[in-house]
């Protein structure tokens, strides 16, 4: 018999009983696109920015270098990139977070250490230090008011992308973030519902869900519209996508360095 997971009665009806300001801050954030025309302070930029170095990072190793764009033409190049969305070149402060291996690569070669090629294993080792101070930057910002959205799209485009940030063989760009402070309309704007914690948390190995446990999981998409026209539609919109092809052309791309 499957053990059920339940997520509420060990954790205290999701942790609502254990609030405290930097849990209540990671419930309230979510992704922010509109934003009121005000700079970000040289000390709150600093702040974000050493708030992400102080993320966990394999062997203190820090495998990621940290793009500050301030150049308006290319935060303006960069909206038109990823998916032609204007409020990239609107945001106040323009971060993309690139896994880097050249700059170890180069350490060694420069001590005499005659470094092997890097491989798939280094790259992920290297994306996973890399988002880890990308959600450090986004939790740091949200203290202190200001709101963040990631833009996957960065991935696509290798070729150009590469050319543009002058980006050599083991660099990847993993992740962009948008900074600015929310609009009174974006401060009200409910955040989107997540799965219930039992949906998302099991224990000890993995189990895969049947059918009738993902239509349980996925019950708040489907209260206007069956699973299977939410699930098509949605298959359409994102997995199936001009964007989502490109964004794996592109990520192989950038893997053939690494191969």
Same mark, same amino acid.
């Given at each position: ?18 609030? +405290? ?8 954030? %979510? ?6 025309? =005000? ?20 062997? /203190? ?15 303006e190049q960069?909206?038109?990139? =990823?998916?032609?969305?204007? !409020? ?5 402060m323009v ?21 092997? %090629? ?5 790259? &992920? ?10 959600? +450090? ?11 963040? =959205? ?7 485009? =290798?070729?150009?992308?590469r050319e ?7 660099? #990847?760009?993993?992740? &962009?973030?948008? #900074? ?6 974006? %401060? ?15 224990? +000890? ?7 009738? $446990?993902?239509?349980? &999981? #996925?019950?708040?998409?489907?209260? /206007?519209?069956?699973? $299977?026209?939410?699930?098509?539609? #949605?298959?359409?919109? %994102?997995?199936?996508?001009? !964007? ?16």
């Amino acid at each position: 018999m499957k053990k059920v997971y339940n997520g509420g009665q060990k954790y205290g009806m999701e942790g609502r009983i254990y609030m +405290n300001e930097i849990i209540r801050s990671l419930r309230e954030r %979510k992704s922010v696109r509109v934003y009121e025309e =005000c700079p970000i302070s040289p000390e709150d930029r600093r702040l974000i920015l050493q708030s992400a170095m102080e993320a966990p990072t394999a062997g /203190n190793q820090q495998m990621y270098t940290i793009l500050d764009i301030t150049d308006q033409k290319l935060k303006e190049q960069l909206a038109g990139s =990823c998916d032609h969305q204007p !409020f990239i070149a609107k945001a106040a402060m323009v971060l993309i977070f690139c896994a880097d291996y050249q700059k170890w690569v180069d350490t060694f070669a420069e001590g005499g250490a005659q470094p092997r %090629k890097p491989g798939a294993g280094d790259l &992920m080792l290297a994306v996973t230090d890399t988002v880890i101070a990308a959600q +450090n930057a986004v939790v740091a910002a949200q203290s202190l008011g200001i709101g963040s =959205c990631y833009i996957g799209d960065i991935m696509e485009q =290798c070729e150009l992308h590469r050319e543009l940030l002058q980006l050599p063989d083991y660099v #990847f760009p993993a992740a &962009m973030v948008v #900074f600015g402070y929310p609009t009174q309309q974006q %401060k009200e704007r409910p955040k989107p519902e997540r799965c219930r914690l039992e949906d998302i948390v099991q224990e +000890n190995v993995y189990h895969r869900r049947d059918g009738a $446990e993902l239509r349980h &999981m #996925f019950e708040k998409e489907t209260r /206007n519209r069956s699973f $299977e026209e939410w699930a098509q539609a #949605f298959c359409k919109r %994102k997995y199936n996508s001009d !964007f989502s092809r490109e964004m794996t052309r592109s990520v192989e791309e950038y893997l053939k360095a690494w191969k």
